[in-house]
Structures are given as C-alpha cells and as structure tokens.
C-alpha cells in the first residue's frame, strides 16, 4: 500500500501551497499595483472549481498574515471544506510561550506545518535564539517548518537547517530565483548545496511570478525547474499552486499543466510522487481528523 492510499488522499494530485483571505490593504501591504488584480477576497469556494478542473482533491492551506488569529481562521477554514488536508499557520517563534502556543493549535490535527516569512526579515533573524528554540519546539508536536527566503538568503538558509537536522523543512518557491533576468547564479550553486541536506525537501512553486507575468514562457522556466529535480529528486519535491497570488501571471490549470510538462520525462511513479504523495507524506495528511 502506498502512502499515498494508506492516508485516505482519493486523488493522484495535492496542491501544497494555496493562500486564502480576506483582504484588507492594511494587512496586504505586500500585494503592489502589479498584482492588483488580487486585492480582494480568495475563499474556498473560488478555489474548488479550479481544482476540481485539473483533478486536485486535496491542498494545503499556507499563511499569508503572521497572526494566530489567520491560523485558527485557516484551520476553522479546512474543517468546513474537507479537501483542505492541511494548515502551514503562523505561530510566534520567538516567544519563550510558544511551546504553550504549540500544544494549544496542534491539538487540531489539522495543523501540519509552521512558517514565518524569513523574506522579510535580515539574515540574522534566522540566527536569533529565540527563533531557533521555537524551531526545535515544533518537533515535539511532529509538525514541519516552510521556509520562505530569497535566493541571496540561502546560504543563511543552509546555515538554519544545519542547525535543525532533526527537523523537516520544505523550501517554498525555490527561494524565488531571478527569472525574469534569466539569472542562474549564485541561485545554482547554492541551491545545490542545500540539496544535500535530506532533512530538506522543495515546492514546485512560485514560479511564474518571478518570471515576465505577461510574456514568460515554459522555456524560461525550464532550467529551474531542472536544477531543483537533479537536486532534490523526484522524491523530495512537491506540486504547489501559489494560488491565488498566480493568478497574476497565470491561470490554475496552466500552471498545473506547466509542471506536468515539466515532469513529462520520469516514470508514472516518480510524477505520482511530486504531484501528491510525497506531499501527503511530508505533511502527515490526511482527509478527516
């Protein structure tokens, strides 16, 4: 029996990393005039039409406000809609009661994952104590860590994880490489190197809006895409939407089909595992509690 059917995920494609909200300009600063079209509300109910049109059944639901209010929201969220498999919350790292915190939202088993958004903060805040023993306070309650750095914060990215060996880690959107100015270095290099850490695996993710988002095209896409499925390998790298945030340079089902043609070249097996199981496996999902 597969992971993937030992965990009740009725469907060969997960999507790792879809956002919800309720948008306000206040709390969505970051959303600029070229992603206007993605200031107001994204809810479950625009989503599941697409998902149901390229054959997704399950997703994980990502923060996108750092606030616990947003992840109790989230998880109220996925227990309404049960195709939301899992919850990647806010919680406060570096406050000496965030074990408390910790006990408290993972009694929902809902809860799957914990991010901070590392690209907005210098270097050294990964180096802070506070947020390192938040860090290891997540593996008491077997919950895995999002990592969300630009590509000029990976070799501090490398830095954190070596300190975490015991802790699952998964790299949202290829630390966002330089697509747009077809730039491979030092992204290459140093994503390379934080492939060999085991302990670490990578989103399929995130991409096209780091590309032209009118004019890229599959090609200028290809050659990261390339590099992380040398790197991490077919068995450590997952399909992930950025929905909505996307859909400012590409609609749900193009992108799906973008990684599929991606994924073209490897065995029914290995594509089943970046499409789906390897996510269910990563994040412990299941379909109800």
């Not at 039409?49 to 209010?69: G, Y």
Request: charged share 25%.
């Amino acid at each position: 029996m597969t992971m993937l059917m030992a965990l009740a995920i009725p469907s060969k494609r997960v999507d790792a990393h879809q956002h919800f909200w309720r948008y306000s300009e206040a709390e969505f600063g970051w959303i600029d005039n070229a992603m206007a079209g993605i200031r107001r509300d994204f809810l479950p109910s625009d989503l599941k039409p697409l998902l149901d049109q390229s054959e997704v059944s399950a997703t994980v639901a990502v923060q996108a406000r750092q606030s616990l209010e947003e992840t109790e929201w989230l998880l109220s969220l996925a227990a309404e809609s049960p195709w939301i498999a899992g919850v990647v919350g806010w919680v406060p790292l570096v406050q000496p009661e965030v074990s408390s915190t910790l006990e408290e939202l993972a009694s929902n088993k809902r809860l799957k994952g914990v991010r901070h958004v590392l690209q907005a903060e210098p270097d050294e805040y990964m180096e802070r104590a506070g947020f390192n023993s938040g860090l290891r306070a997540l593996r008491k309650f077997d919950l895995a860590y999002d990592l969300l750095v630009l590509e000029h914060q990976l070799p501090a990215a490398i830095a954190l994880v070596d300190r975490h060996p015991d802790q699952r880690f998964v790299l949202d959107h290829l630390a966002k490489p330089r697509i747009a100015a077809h730039e491979l270095e030092p992204w290459l290099s140093n994503i390379r190197r934080l492939a060999e850490r085991e302990h670490v695996s990578c989103k399929l993710s995130g991409m096209v809006t780091e590309a032209s988002f009118e004019r890229w095209k599959p090609g200028d896409l290809l050659p990261y895409a390339e590099a992380v499925l040398e790197g991490f390998g077919p068995n450590r790298l997952m399909f992930g939407s950025d929905w909505p945030v996307c859909t400012v340079a590409s609609r749900y089902s193009r992108w799906v089909d973008t990684v599929l043609d991606f994924l073209g070249g490897l065995s029914e097996s290995e594509e089943n595992q970046i499409m789906a199981s390897n996510a269910v496996e990563f994040y412990r999902l299941r379909t109800t509690h």
